[in-house]
Nanobody, 121 residues
Framework: QVQLVESGGGLVQPGGSLRLSCAAS????????MGWYRQGPGKQRELVAG???????NYADSVKGRFIISRDDAKNAVYLQMNSLKPEDTAVYYC???????????????WGQGTLVTVSS
């Protein structure tokens, strides 16, 4: 079984920066796509950024040019560098990955527990 644990959330002023980290642990054979989602107050969960195993990335229009997603396969980790933060970026951020525990098992979608990011003065 694979678990994801996020870290790096907190309170930041508008215009500031934060870096979120997510580490996978457990019985990991391989990880395919990884990504970050967020759910703001009263809103549905939405994709923020995704990264494939080959390193291709995609971003929500609202964060393009401000957020950067990256991954370190040696550490089974994915990161989200968030710059020029705005109050509307306030949300619980969730890490997501498609992982499998052996070469014979299917990829399963795994979610972290979430980390709160609050952008406020």
């Amino acid at each position: 079984q694979v678990q994801l644990v996020e870290s790096g959330g907190g309170l930041v002023q508008p215009g500031g920066s934060l870096r979120l980290s997510c580490a996978a642990s457990g019985s990991i054979f391989s990880i395919n796509g990884m990504g970050w989602y967020r759910q703001g107050p009263g809103k549905q969960r939405e994709l923020v950024a995704g990264i494939t195993r080959g390193g291709s990335t995609n971003y929500a229009d609202s964060v393009k040019g401000r957020f950067i997603i990256s991954r370190d396969d040696a550490k089974n980790a994915v990161y989200l560098q968030m710059n020029s933060l705005k109050p509307e970026d306030t949300a619980v951020y969730y890490c997501n990955a498609a992982a499998r525990s052996s070469r014979y098992s299917a990829y399963l979608e795994v979610w972290g527990q979430g980390t709160l990011v609050t952008v406020s003065s």
